[in-house]
Structures are given as structure tokens and as C-alpha cells.
């Protein structure tokens, strides 16, 4: 079994940056997703795509994240990275890191079609 966990969540101002962390383990060496990536679901909302990376390193951000936010994986560490810079009030949310993460149409799928999902960390932007 795949297994992810999240750290790096916490409460900042607006303008402000938090770099969040997904270890992976559960992996062999016959098996690697395609592609790892981070969605995020506000209170009412219905979760949605942030950014994702494949294993060739080509990234897809959501529109309202790009110029801010930067995915990377250090793959010596088995680890996943969000690095979230001039956070927005309308950042604030549980934010999810997920395996296995396709491409519909040159974006980020839906989560249906997620196969591996972490426990969610919480990010929270104040003025």
C-alpha cells in the first residue's frame, strides 16, 4: 500500500509563504506512480487540483496558483514539496498530497481518478 504523509500546514498573513511536505513509502522497486501532485479542498468547496509533477519533471499548475506556487520531489528523500509564495485569503484550506495523478485535457484530473490520497495539512491565510 501506498502511503503519504503531509506536513508543513500552518496559519500566516496575506503576502506570506509556507513550504509544504509529503513523504512517500509503500513504494518497490517494481512499481512508481506516474505522478505525484497536490489538491486542496476549502470549507464548502469541492476539491480541486493545485499542481502536479510526472516522473519526467513536467508540471501542471491550476490558474490560480501559477506564478505563486512551485511543486518539486527530491526523489533521494522520497519526498513531494509545495512551496506556496504571496498566499491569498482565498488560499486558506486542507490541502491533500496525492499519487498517481493524470492529465485530462492538459489539466489537473478530477479526484475521482486519484488513486493514492495523505491525510490532508491545513493552510490558513489572515490579514
Known amino acids: 500500500q501506498v502511503r503519504l504523509v503531509e506536513s508543513g500546514g500552518g496559519s500566516v498573513h496575506t503576502g506570506g509563504s509556507l513550504r509544504l511536505s509529503c513523504v512517500e513509502s509503500g513504494y518497490t522497486n517494481t512499481y512508481t506512480p506516474y505522478s505525484m501532485g497536490w489538491f486542496r479542498q476549502a470549507p464548502g468547496k469541492e476539491r480541486e487540483g493545485v499542481a502536479i509533477i510526472d516522473s519526467d519533471g513536467v508540471t501542471t499548475y491550476a490558474d490560480s496558483v501559477k506564478g505563486r506556487f512551485t511543486i518539486s520531489q527530491d526523489n533521494a528523500k522520497n519526498t513531494l514539496y509545495l512551496q506556496m509564495d504571496s498566499l491569498k485569503s482565498e488560499d486558506t484550506a486542507m490541502y491533500y498530497c496525492?499519487?498517481?495523478?493524470?492529465?485530462?485535457?492538459?489539466?489537473?484530473?478530477?479526484?475521482?481518478?486519484?488513486?493514492?490520497w495523505g491525510q490532508g495539512t491545513q493552510v490558513t491565510v489572515s490579514t
Open positions: 496525492a499519487a498517481d495523478v493524470p492529465r485530462v485535457g492538459g489539466e489537473i484530473a478530477p479526484p475521482s481518478l486519484v488513486n493514492f
